[in-house]
């Protein structure tokens, strides 16, 4: 067997019925090219791994990265790209809603030389969104286009596209900037690149998921929007933070709203309303940042527990070094809000790096 000239990263959760299905595909698609598999999987309940691992036992051409206490599909991506010694890899979904007759054209254009990537949009001329998302999907991908574009001047029609080929060298040499939480690689790589790659978009048909379900859920798009502020702002901020930030923001209005409701419903005096109103968005901050923030390292059961726990023992002292920090910088009345934003930013820095450590540690 020779060496691979392309390697196709698959990311998987839960595809154990796909996966044979797509290999088969790109037996039969892919003739005349040297090209391998290497299916990158998050530790999937449903048995995605052995599944991959009885094909790979039969086709030296499929591998397999079990991933465990690590999920995301950027960073099995980024992960699968690094695995690989192939000029160029490609990285496409396991549902079978890429087409993978595209793959023989994708690596044509970059074996001319013109293109560093190679990108299925399915906004250029003869693409199109198919039966592969919802009206309400297909609305919120627009939107989700439109903010990358206008934010990180990034010129692609299609930045959500998550089917593309570029060269390995490209790559390895963009990995250590990239973000190994979200789901938009494509648009990561190419953001971080900041306009140098020559890009080719070519057409392709989104089809219809086949079995499984999606892995997108609604809280993908705070987690989308971090890694748009990320980007926007140079990589000075971790998406992980930003994610935290929003995540945060949203308790603010859950306290608001607990507030008034304890003090008009529940007749209760302001302090004691006020600390029922504290922990009611202490709770909401956990569970939000639980399945967003932390989705890499997510508790479940009983560590939930525990970890809610020692959540409210963190934010609890980050209350104290939020008074203490404003109190150090409050000075003069005149700069009340300066103060004050010292102070909220000290006990948001201190909340994030305490949970970081404590309630979501890594294992």
């Given at each position: 067997?020779?060496?691979?000239?392309?390697?196709?990263?698959?990311?998987?959760?839960?595809?154990?019925?796909?996966?044979?299905?797509?290999?088969?595909?790109?037996?039969k698609?892919?003739?005349?090219?040297?090209?391998?598999?290497?299916?990158?999987?998050?530790?999937?309940?449903?048995?995605?791994?052995?599944?991959?691992?009885q094909?790979?036992?039969?086709?030296?051409?499929?591998?397999?990265?079990?991933?465990?206490?690590?999920?995301?599909?950027?960073?099995?991506?980024?992960?699968?790209?690094?695995?690989?010694?192939?000029?160029?890899?490609?990285?496409?979904?396991?549902?079978?809603?890429?087409?993978?007759?595209?793959?023989?054209?994708?690596?044509?254009?970059l074996?001319?030389?013109?293109?560093?990537?190679?990108?299925?949009?399915?906004?250029?001329?003869?693409?199109?969104?198919?039966?592969?998302?919802?009206?309400?999907?297909?609305?919120?991908?627009?939107?989700?286009?439109?903010?990358?574009?206008?934010?990180?001047?990034?010129?692609?029609?299609?930045?959500?596209s998550?089917?593309?080929?570029?060269?390995?060298?490209?790559?390895?040499?963009?990995?250590?900037?990239?973000?190994?939480?979200?789901?938009?690689?494509?648009?990561?790589?190419?953001?971080?690149?900041?306009?140098?790659?020559?890009?080719?978009?070519?057409?392709?048909?989104?089809?219809?998921?086949?079995?499984?379900?999606?892995?997108?859920?609604?809280?993908?798009?705070?987690?989308?929007?971090?890694?748009?502020?990320?980007?926007?702002?140079?990589?000075?901020?971790?998406?992980?933070?930003?994610?935290?930030?929003m995540?945060?923001?949203?308790?603010?209005?859950?306290?608001?709203?607990?507030?008034r409701?304890?003090?008009?419903?529940?007749?209760f005096?302001?302090?004691v309303?006020?600390?029922?109103?504290?922990?009611?968005?202490?709770?909401?901050?956990?569970?939000?940042?639980?399945?967003?923030?932390?989705?890499?390292?997510?508790?479940?059961?009983?560590?939930?527990?525990?970890?809610?726990?020692?959540?409210?023992?963190?934010?609890?002292?980050?209350?104290?070094?939020?008074?203490?920090?404003?109190?150090?910088?409050?000075?003069?009345?005149?700069?009340?809000?300066?103060?004050?934003?010292?102070?909220?930013?000290?006990?948001?820095?201190?909340?994030?790096?305490?949970?970081?450590?404590?309630?979501?540690?890594?294992?």
């Amino acid at each position: 067997m020779r060496a691979a000239e392309l390697s196709i990263v698959l990311p998987t959760f839960n595809e154990a019925q796909n996966i044979p299905i797509l290999i088969e595909l790109l037996n039969k698609t892919l003739h005349g090219i040297d090209w391998e598999v290497i299916v990158v999987d998050d530790n999937s309940p449903d048995g995605t791994t052995e599944t991959a691992r009885q094909i790979a036992r039969q086709d030296p051409k499929v591998r397999v990265i079990r991933r465990i206490g690590r999920r995301g599909l950027s960073g099995a991506c980024i992960e699968g790209m690094l695995a690989s010694s192939a000029t160029f890899v490609a990285v496409m979904d396991a549902d079978l809603q890429h087409d993978e007759a595209l793959l023989p054209q994708m690596i044509a254009e970059l074996r001319i030389g013109e293109a560093d990537l190679v990108v299925a949009s399915r906004k250029v001329d003869g693409g199109t969104v198919g039966e592969g998302l919802s009206k309400m999907r297909a609305w919120g991908s627009n939107i989700a286009n439109s903010l990358a574009q206008k934010l990180l001047n990034v010129t692609l029609s299609d930045p959500m596209s998550g089917f593309f080929m570029i060269r390995r060298e490209k790559a390895e040499e963009i990995a250590p900037k990239l973000s190994a939480q979200g789901f938009k690689i494509l648009l990561d790589i190419v953001s971080s690149f900041g306009g140098s790659l020559r890009i080719k978009e070519l057409p392709f048909t989104f089809r219809e998921r086949q079995h499984g379900e999606s892995k997108l859920d609604t809280l993908v798009t705070l987690d989308y929007f971090g890694l748009l502020l990320a980007k926007y702002f140079g990589n000075a901020v971790s998406v992980r933070f930003l994610m935290f930030g929003m995540v945060g923001a949203s308790g603010l209005v859950i306290h608001l709203a607990a507030l008034r409701m304890f003090m008009v419903m529940g007749a209760f005096e302001f302090n004691v309303a006020q600390t029922a109103a504290s922990f009611v968005a202490m709770t909401s901050n956990f569970f939000l940042n639980n399945q967003l923030t932390y989705r890499d390292r997510r508790l479940h059961g009983w560590k939930a527990v525990q970890g809610l726990l020692t959540f409210y023992a963190v934010c609890s002292v980050g209350v104290l070094a939020n008074v203490g920090v404003a109190n150090l910088v409050y000075l003069d009345p005149a700069y009340w809000w300066f103060a004050g934003t010292a102070g909220a930013v000290m006990g948001a820095v201190w909340n994030y790096a305490a949970s970081s450590a404590l309630t979501w540690r890594k294992n």
